[in-house]
């Protein structure tokens, strides 16, 4: 069975979840030949020492198969309206078939829905009809490229 909780120490969170976080780079991260994995742990803290990350984790048995990280704050063109994002969610491959990480990405959204004026979560590719069945609708579309810098 499947347990979900909200967890809000990443020193802990990572010290568990590193072998996790690996596998989730390998698999998706973007501009792999670019960026290597090398997480800014400080900015994660620093969120984490304000309150304004919390972390879900999703657990089968006592295994961590899964994450979603939700950044709260003042939106930058307001502020004081609250904004809610996603940051990173993850969920190990053999769980997807138990739509694990439509499961994250729910309980994420109904609890930033409850604390913040505006939700903002991303979505790879063209796969928005993940979020539009949360109620989402698409406003951006963010593309990227490499820039010169070597």
Not at 1 to 7: G, H, L, Q, R, Y
Request: glycine letters at 6%; aromatic letters at 12%; hydrophobic letters at 40%.
């Amino acid at each position: 069975m499947i347990t979900f909780s909200w967890e809000n120490n990443y020193d802990r969170f990572y010290a568990e979840a590193e072998t996790l976080c690996k596998a989730h780079w390998n698999e998706v991260g973007s501009h792999r030949d670019v960026l290597p994995f090398n997480p800014r742990h400080e900015v994660y803290r620093h969120l984490d020492r304000l309150g304004t990350l919390k972390i879900l984790v999703a657990r089968d048995e006592k295994e961590m198969v899964g994450y979603f990280f939700l950044i709260f704050g003042p939106h930058p063109r307001s502020v004081e309206k609250i904004l809610a994002q996603d940051d990173i969610i993850y969920a190990k491959p053999e769980y997807r078939k138990h739509f694990l990480g439509f499961r994250l990405t729910k309980i994420a959204a109904e609890t930033a829905q409850k604390h913040a004026h505006i939700v903002s979560f991303r979505a790879k590719g063209n796969r928005t009809a993940f979020l539009r069945r949360l109620g989402f609708l698409p406003r951006d579309t963010i593309c990227t490229r490499i820039g010169d810098l070597k």
